[in-house]
Every structure is written in structure tokens, then in C-alpha cells.
């Protein structure tokens, strides 16, 4: 279950790309005025303007899974609380995000088909 997908919500989308720019030493990957991604060394890393609207705090890392409901299920049987349920959020891929008891926050993420 690798992790290789770490967001960042940000207020200022122009500001996040050109730190992640900075940063990163290249330039995006994905540029659309509702998400920015990079993708460099087998790791990508995002902003979302939305995601303090979607309860997202500060950077979240998220753990790819076979399955995702199943997963989501194991966690919160296992204490954490959800933040943003299962989401389809395009070209097949969903996530889904929840705290720990200390507020730490984990995502999830699987194909369509997971």
C-alpha cells in the first residue's frame, strides 16, 4: 500500500504553483483552475483550492488501496472519523479523507474499480 500523492489545500492557487514550482524545480503536470498537480520522482503532489472547504487543515497524505470502502470501513471501525466520504474526483480515481483521535489526517485513494 504505497503512499505517493501528498495535497496541499491552498487559498491562493497562483501563490501554492509558483512555491511548488520553486520547490520542485519544474512546473505542472495537471493546471486547471480547480487543481494543480506535479508529478516528479514517482510522486505527486497537489493543490486544492477547495480542500479547506472539504475540512482539509494542512497537507494530507494519501495511501493508495485496493479497497477503498473496505478500507474506509477498517478505519473508522478502528477510531478515525470521516472527513470527506468517498468522492469520485475523475479519470477514475476516488478518495476518500478521515482524522485520527489527535486530528491527524489520512487519505485514501483507489481506481474506479477498487
Same mark, same amino acid.
Given at each position: 500500500?504505497?503512499?505517493?500523492?501528498? +495535497? %496541499? &489545500?491552498? @487559498?491562493? !492557487?497562483?501563490?501554492?504553483?509558483?512555491?511548488?514550482?520553486? !520547490? !520542485?524545480?519544474? *512546473? &505542472? @503536470? +495537471?493546471?486547471? $483552475?480547480?487543481?494543480?498537480? %506535479?508529478?516528479?520522482?514517482?510522486?505527486?503532489?497537489?493543490?486544492? &483550492?477547495?480542500?479547506?472547504?472539504?475540512?482539509?487543515?494542512? $497537507?494530507?497524505? %494519501?495511501?493508495?488501496?485496493?479497497?477503498? &470502502? *473496505?478500507?474506509?470501513? @477498517?478505519?473508522?471501525?478502528?477510531?478515525?472519523?470521516?472527513? #470527506?466520504?468517498? #468522492?469520485?474526483?475523475?479519470? *477514475?480515481?476516488? +478518495?476518500?479523507?478521515?482524522?485520527?483521535?489527535?486530528?491527524?489526517?489520512?487519505? +485514501?485513494?483507489? @481506481?474506479?474499480?477498487?
Amino acid at each position: 500500500m504505497p503512499m505517493n500523492t501528498v +495535497i %496541499f &489545500p491552498v @487559498s491562493d !492557487l497562483d501563490r501554492g504553483k509558483a512555491l511548488l514550482t520553486a !520547490l !520542485l524545480g519544474t *512546473g &505542472p @503536470s +495537471i493546471d486547471e $483552475p480547480y487543481y494543480v498537480g %506535479f508529478d516528479v520522482d514517482g510522486q505527486h503532489f497537489g493543490l486544492d &483550492p477547495n480542500g479547506q472547504g472539504k475540512g482539509l487543515t494542512g $497537507p494530507v497524505a %494519501f495511501w493508495d488501496v485496493d479497497d477503498l &470502502p *473496505g478500507t474506509l470501513r @477498517s478505519l473508522l471501525d478502528a477510531g478515525a472519523q470521516t472527513v #470527506q466520504d468517498v #468522492q469520485d474526483v475523475g479519470g *477514475g480515481m476516488r +478518495i476518500a479523507t478521515v482524522k485520527d483521535a489527535d486530528g491527524n489526517m489520512i487519505g +485514501i485513494r483507489s @481506481s474506479a474499480a477498487g
